[in-house]
């Protein structure tokens, strides 16, 4: 394990923003990793997997961790499900279609999210009416501070919409190794039932879809409406869909008689972040090199060198508006680094 200085990150970060590591070293295994955090003066880490869901605003002044360590094994069999295992550096969408190559149910609506398999419980990643949590049986985390290994059960990790406990109480403190899930072998419960899954299934005269098909699916309409972070910097969907009361909903109603919502329960509706932005005009808008993406108002973009300080206060132009248009607080789905 080489440790580099001064890092340029880059080419680590999905909205392709450049900042500079102190310290920068790549971990390709899980021996490498127990090593780092054996030694005293290596307690003060930041972990680095796909860069996909972060925007970083500063320089990082301690030593950056890319997490490499892949591998993928099945530890149990039976007739219905498999216990699928995945390290921490897989790449979560090669690991998506390795689980539909073997005709492993239950992540297909997942498909095509950025970033690595050990990040993604931090998010509780979701898409087209599949949360992460859905399927997610464990995963392996080492605390920083003792180098200990530790396991988190499902309901350990205190799963909600887009957030986990690795994002609150315990944020900074664990590195997530591995991530056990339970997937359907046969007999698959397919959900087609949100967004644009049905229509693009039609387009294709699909009536009777595979697991595949889903995530062909999906994969048609995330290319159509998000766009590649290799061509242009993004971290996919930057605010979450705000939740607000069905009273807060029907005042809104009366004065925007077409704003679309999601009921979670009679008290909560989910309203489209992206819907709530274009309406205040930033759909397609650029300041400089930070800007709105012109196909989805939810995703904000580095059109070339834009600085993290840049997105950011783009981001809180957007939130004050809403707030003063909607009374809606918007929350950061990325992490503000």
Not at 43 to 68: A, R, Y
Not at 153 to 178: L, M, Q, T, V
């Amino acid at each position: 394990m080489k440790i580099e200085q001064n890092k340029s990150l880059k080419e680590y970060n999905t909205f392709g923003i450049n900042v500079i590591a102190s310290e920068f070293a790549e971990i390709t295994s899980e021996s490498e990793l127990i090593n780092i955090l054996s030694k005293k003066n290596q307690k003060e880490l930041f972990v680095l997997s796909g860069g996909s869901n972060m925007l970083l605003t500063q320089d990082i002044n301690v030593l950056v961790l890319h997490l490499l360590i892949k591998g993928i094994t099945c530890t149990e069999d039976s007739d219905d499900t498999v216990l699928v295992s995945a390290n921490g550096g897989e790449n979560w969408h090669d690991f998506v279609q390795y689980c539909i190559d073997h005709d492993y149910g239950g992540l297909e609506n997942l498909s095509l999210i950025p970033g690595y398999v050990g990040s993604a419980p931090i998010q509780n990643i979701g898409a087209y009416g599949v949360e992460l949590k859905d399927t997610l049986l464990s995963c392996e985390a080492y605390e920083i501070s003792t180098g200990k290994k530790h396991i988190f059960a499902n309901e350990d990790c205190k799963f909600g919409y887009r957030n986990s406990i690795f994002k609150n109480e315990e944020k900074g403190k664990y590195i997530i190794s591995k991530v056990t899930f339970r997937l359907s072998k046969k007999n698959h419960t397919l959900n087609t039932t949100y967004g644009a899954i049905e229509n693009a299934l039609a387009d294709h005269k699909i009536t009777n879809p595979t697991i595949r098909d889903v995530s062909e699916a999906v994969i048609r309409i995330r290319k159509s409406k998000l766009p590649d972070p290799s061509e242009i910097g993004n971290s996919g969907s930057f605010f979450k869909n705000p939740v607000i009361s069905t009273n807060h909903f029907t005042q809104l109603q009366n004065s925007y008689p077409q704003i679309p919502s999601y009921t979670i329960d009679k008290n909560n509706i989910k309203v489209p972040a992206g819907w709530l932005i274009e309406q205040c005009g930033f759909k397609g808008k650029r300041w400089g090199d930070a800007g709105v993406h012109e196909k989805q108002a939810l995703v904000l973009v580095n059109y070339d060198n834009a600085s993290g300080k840049e997105i950011l206060d783009l981001a809180k132009k957007i939130q004050k508006e809403i707030e003063g248009k909607f009374d809606i607080k918007l929350e950061t789905e990325v992490n503000i680094i």
